[in-house]
């Protein structure tokens, strides 16, 4: 099932051509009304008459998540912001939160590509879709809700929380699709057995799962749980939000919705080009975005790309699974995390830097605890209090608190050479 035949199962042929047209009138956008970005292309030495097709791109500079916090929060706007509709937001690298701007065309082609995403996942307006991604700046919430009015779905804007209500809605409402953190979906899947249901119990067929790394024994976990099939959607907040790729029947692979993402995979330490199935980072260029039309945008995801057509009949390029980060983030509970965030919280706080944060998953939900010395001079009693306010101060920075240890002073390895600042124990990827 398509939602967009004729686009979806486009010759390869037409593809690039639509893809020529669109790059060029997207580079000239852009030079012409993001003095940022023209200034990167003029150093590079690049007019958009260079640009002409596909095959130029790599004459484009790179813009990477060092540029959108330079230009916070308009130097990438290309449009006059009276023609905004909405803001989305993630944590940055400091502190600073990347904000992406959207028109209603903007909208419009994102809820198209969340459409998308469904009706792979066999929603037609017969279906009844649980929203559980976080709604507000977070694009999960927004981006489903958006593609699911789309299609016709009767829509739960339900956001996450409150399990046991979850699934009482579900019950109630015959949910037939849920969309949310794979995490959180095996964590509904694990209440609605406490609660002493089964998946006979309720109507459930597809999940929609994305926004962290999840492996495919996980994949058949929920499914199991739930008694579903289980897809894959992929996106960043940079390049609008979920579905700039997602999963078909096949489940081997995200397809890339390649008419208004370009994607390449680089060499993340030259930054050269790869040929076709190489492994390395993922970039793209938004070639239909007006508000924050990002060219080569730096995603820092580690992944292979590989064309032809899949069984399902789309001829859209397909990404794997993204096998990790070529930068030190992490995402804890959905939530995008820097360990450089929390030195400086810590550092801001009177502490020395020698700590340690350690990511676990128990029971499908993510641990995230971190060990620091405690002063010399601090007394016992104190303990508890420091460890609290440590714990809202990081809650207030990155949105989650965790669990913090004062540990007796020199106690955390001293290392020779760089430190190890994250101890992460997840298995996260196949
Ligand atoms: O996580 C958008 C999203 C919402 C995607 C709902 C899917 C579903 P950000 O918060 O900006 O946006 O985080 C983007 O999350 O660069 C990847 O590292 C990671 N990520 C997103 N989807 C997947 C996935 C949303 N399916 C960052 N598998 C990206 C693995 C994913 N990692």
């Given at each position: 099932m398509y939602w967009n035949e004729?686009?979806?199962?486009?010759?390869?042929?037409?593809m690039t051509k639509l893809q020529n047209e669109r790059l060029c009138a997207q580079v000239k956008h852009v030079y012409e009304n993001v003095p940022y970005y023209r200034d990167l292309m003029d150093k590079k030495g690049v007019k958009p008459e260079d640009i002409q097709t596909i095959d130029d791109l790599h004459k484009l500079p790179f813009i990477s998540k060092a540029d959108l916090r330079d230009a916070y929060p308009y130097g990438l706007l290309a449009v006059p912001l009276k023609d905004c509709v909405r803001i989305h937001s993630t944590s940055g690298t400091t502190g600073k939160r990347v904000v992406a701007f959207y028109t209603q065309e903007d909208i419009d082609m994102w809820n198209d590509c969340t459409a998308r995403a469904i009706t792979a996942a066999g929603g037609t307006s017969d279906d009844v879709v649980q929203v559980c991604y976080g709604y507000g700046l977070f694009t999960g919430g927004a981006g489903l809700d958006g593609g699911s009015h789309k299609v016709g779905c009767l829509t739960l804007p339900m956001s996450s929380g409150n399990t046991e209500r979850q699934i009482q809605f579900m019950q109630d409402l015959g949910s037939t699709i849920l969309c949310c953190t794979p995490s959180y979906a095996a964590y509904i899947g694990e209440t609605l057995h406490e609660m002493g249901l089964t998946p006979d119990d309720i109507k459930l067929k597809a999940g929609i799962f994305g926004a962290e790394p999840w492996t495919n024994e996980m994949r058949?976990?929920?499914?199991?749980?739930?008694?579903?099939?289980?897809?894959?959607?992929?996106?960043?907040?940079?390049?609008?939000?979920?579905?700039?790729?997602?999963?078909?029947?096949?489940?081997?692979?995200?397809?890339?919705?390649?008419?208004n993402f370009i994607p390449?995979?680089?060499?993340?330490?030259?930054?050269?080009?790869?040929?076709?199935?190489s492994k390395g980072e993922l970039v793209f260029t938004s070639i239909t975005k007006k508000a924050f039309p990002l060219l080569r945008y730096r995603t820092r995801d580690i992944c292979v790309l590989t064309k032809g057509k899949c069984s399902c009949g789309r001829t859209l390029i397909k990404m794997a699974k993204p096998m990790g980060r070529s930068d030190d983030m992490m995402i804890i509970r959905g939530v995008n995390v820097?360990?450089?965030?929390?030195?400086?919280?810590?550092?801001?706080?009177?502490?020395?830097?020698?700590?340690?944060?350690?990511?676990?998953?128990?029971?499908?939900?993510?641990?995230?605890?971190?060990?620091?010395?405690r002063p010399a001079d601090a007394l016992d009693y104190e303990i508890p209090k420091r460890e609290k306010a440590l714990s809202s101060a990081l809650k207030t920075m990155l949105g989650i608190t965790p669990k913090i240890h004062l540990v007796a002073p020199k106690s955390i390895a001293r290392s020779e050479g760089k430190a190890v600042r994250v101890i992460d124990k997840r298995k996260l990827h196949d």
């Open positions: 004729e686009i979806e199962c486009m010759s390869r042929e037409d058949r976990q929920i499914e199991e749980l739930l008694g579903i099939k289980a897809y894959d959607i992929y996106g960043l907040t940079e390049t609008s939000g979920p579905g700039v790729a997602f999963e078909c029947c096949e489940q081997s692979g995200m397809h890339i919705n390649e008419d390449e995979i680089i060499d993340p330490d030259t930054g050269e080009v790869l040929p076709e199935g820097f360990p450089s965030q929390i030195e400086a919280v810590l550092v801001s706080n009177g502490y020395a830097p020698n700590y340690q944060i350690v990511v676990d998953r128990v029971n499908n939900t993510d641990t995230f605890d971190v060990m620091l010395e």
